[in-house]
């Protein structure tokens, strides 16, 4: 069965950090480029941050370099996306992605 399960999401103030995990089944992890990917209220899901297979890559939006950080534990079947310095404009349900396979999103909120 495949599955992709987030978790971690909360309410933190701004200037503040979450780590978003993303446990998944071996068949859609393995040797698969993993993302994640948001969608705020009232907006189109868009591309957060991705990695390689191996971890040796990492691509990230604009708006997420410098401050996000995705990896992945290739024996947890587990990726990662460690977030800092968090704004209110990251306020989103934040996906994680392998090609056609979605999670069902944690929640992100950012406020003081």
């Known amino acids: 069965q495949v599955q992709l399960v987030e978790s971690g999401g909360g309410l933190v103030q701004p200037g503040g950090s979450l780590r978003l995990s993303c446990a998944a089944s071996?068949?859609?992890?393995?040797?698969?480029?993993m993302r994640w990917f948001r969608q705020a209220p009232g907006k189109e899901r868009e591309f957060v941050a991705s990695?390689?297979?191996?971890?040796?890559?990492?691509n990230y939006a604009n708006s997420a370099k410098g401050r996000f950080t995705i990896s992945r534990d290739n024996a947890k079947n587990t990726v990662y996306l460690h977030m800092n310095s968090l704004k209110p404009e990251d306020t989103a349900v934040y996906y994680c992605n392998q090609v056609k396979y979605w999670g069902q999103g944690t929640q992100v909120t950012v406020s003081s």
């Open positions: 990695i390689t297979w191996n971890g040796n890559s990492a």
């Open positions: 071996a068949s859609v992890f393995s040797g698969y480029t």
